[in-house]
């Protein structure tokens, strides 16, 4: 029953399976941001260690000041500690500082600084005198651990 013209046709082929190679533009896109998403993550792991370490290096730095020493000295070293650090950062101009100015680029790098506890790092080690009691060189050491944080943390 079927017509020569229906004998003619020629029967659908199926069409080849879809290939999943060569990848489509969006796989390639997701695969360049998933990268770059790595990449980010392994520079940010890494940069957060060598911040940790730096911070850990800087407190190793004020418990190694025996806190023996009189009290000009030990506001010296102290003092020694934080151009120490700053110059690690690139900091150099803070080398030049003494004094008010000392403390005023101090309280600059750290906006919440409590400035009259910082007060003895500006000229405590250069009056003779000076005396400091135990809670003083508490409260002191406390605000250069949060400078310290905040400044090379």
């Known amino acids: 029953m079927s017509s020569p013209l229906q004998q003619a046709l020629i029967p659908p082929v199926?069409?080849?399976?879809?290939?999943f190679w060569p990848l489509a533009p969006g796989w390639w896109l997701l695969m360049l941001v998933l990268a770059m998403m790595v990449a980010l993550l392994i520079i940010s792991a890494s940069l957060l260690r060598?911040?940790?370490?730096?911070?850990?290096e800087?407190?190793?730095?004020l418990d190694a000041v025996d806190p023996g020493l009189p009290d000009g000295l030990w506001l010296s070293a102290l003092n020694n500690i934080?151009?120490?650090?700053?110059?690690?950062?690139?900091q150099h101009k803070a080398m030049l500082y003494y004094g008010n100015d000392w403390l005023d680029y101090l309280?600059?790098?750290?906006?919440h600084a409590q400035r009259d506890l910082l007060q003895p790092l500006a000229d405590g080690h250069y009056q003779?005198?000076?005396?400091?009691?135990?809670?003083?060189?508490?409260?002191l050491?406390?605000?250069l651990q949060r400078w310290l944080r905040h400044t090379h943390g």
């Open 141 to 143: 050491l406390q605000e």
């Open 50 to 56: 060598q911040r940790q370490k730096h911070q850990h």
């Open 82 to 90: 934080l151009k120490r650090a700053c110059k690690q950062q690139g």
């Open 58 to 61: 800087i407190a190793r730095w």
């Open 107 to 111: 309280c600059a790098r750290y906006p």
């Open 128 to 139: 003779p005198g000076m005396q400091l009691d135990l809670l003083q060189r508490q409260l």
């Open 14 to 19: 199926q069409p080849e399976p879809v290939s």
